[in-house]
T-cell receptor, first 117, second 109 residues
Framework: DSGVTQTPKHLITATGQRVTLRCSPR?????VYWYQQSLDQGLQFLIQ???????AKGNILERFSAQQFPDLHSELNLSSLELGDSALYFC????????????????FGEGSRLTVL | GQNIDQPTEMTATEGAIVQINCTYQ??????LFWYQQHAGEAPTFLSY????GLEEKGRFSSFLSRSKGYSYLLLKELQMKDSASYLC??????????FGAGTTVTVRA
């Protein structure tokens, strides 16, 4: 158990719909990362938050948004869903300190598997 | 942008040694991770290299050459449970952490 909790574990929805994926980082970790992993593809970096602020952005679509709340949990919102959005969405957290550019070990949640029909 | 290249697949025999290479091109390089991922599961941390050289941790070792943009993960005394995808990941000074597509290692008896 990595200590990172993601909900829901599985989600099936229809095209055009909107879903919210939730992540609770390890206790004390200030950084949260979101990744998308499609079938037989690598982990695609979406976005990173540190202590409530967006820190780095990857190839995240405009239809997707995220935020990190004061209690450090994070949500990834996916809207106007398309078939190609079906994937495993991972959240990871790390104990990166504010002044350090060293990422530190990432601890991954079990992922949320999204299926868009 | 950045490129991270690693072989797609490798096969080895139980008890053998396998070396997985990773080359990268990126600006603002900060460090390099190796993660293991079994199918359908979350990636788990194996190693982190910031400085040039070899880091050894049990049966697994990781090497980094910053000047060459090159790393390898060495798996010794292979076991069946080592069959998995091995992901090379690069961190940058802008906090981005990007993964390669992964190398699927199959261990045969």
């Amino acid at each position: 158990d990595s200590g990172v909790t993601q909900t829901p574990k599985h989600l099936i929805t229809a095209t055009g719909q909107r879903v919210t994926l939730r992540c609770s980082p390890r206790s004390g970790d200030l950084s949260v990362y979101w990744y998308q992993q499609s079938l037989d593809q690598g982990l695609q970096f979406l976005i990173q938050y540190y202590n409530g602020e967006e820190r780095a952005k990857g190839n995240i679509l405009e239809r997707f948004s995220a935020q990190q709340f004061p209690d450090l949990h994070s949500e990834l919102n996916l809207s106007s869903l398309e078939l190609g959005d079906s994937a495993l969405y991972f959240c990871a957290s790390s104990a990166t300190t504010g002044g350090s550019r060293n990422t530190g070990e990432l601890f991954f949640g079990e992922g949320s598997r999204l299926t868009v029909l | 942008g950045q490129n991270i290249d690693q072989p797609t697949e490798m096969t080895a025999t139980e008890g053998a040694i396998v070396q997985i290479n990773c080359t990268y091109q990126t600006s603002g390089f900060n460090g390099l991770f190796w993660y293991q991922q079994h199918a359908g599961e979350a990636p788990t941390f194996l190693s982190y290299n910031v400085l040039d050289g070899l880091e050894e941790k049990g049966r697994f070792s990781s090497f980094l050459s910053r000047s060459k943009g090159y790393s390898y993960l060495l798996l010794k005394e292979l076991q069946m449970k080592d069959s998995a995808s091995y992901l090379c990941a690069v961190t940058r000074n802008d906090y981005k952490l990007s993964f390669g597509a992964g190398t699927t290692v199959t261990v045969r008896a």
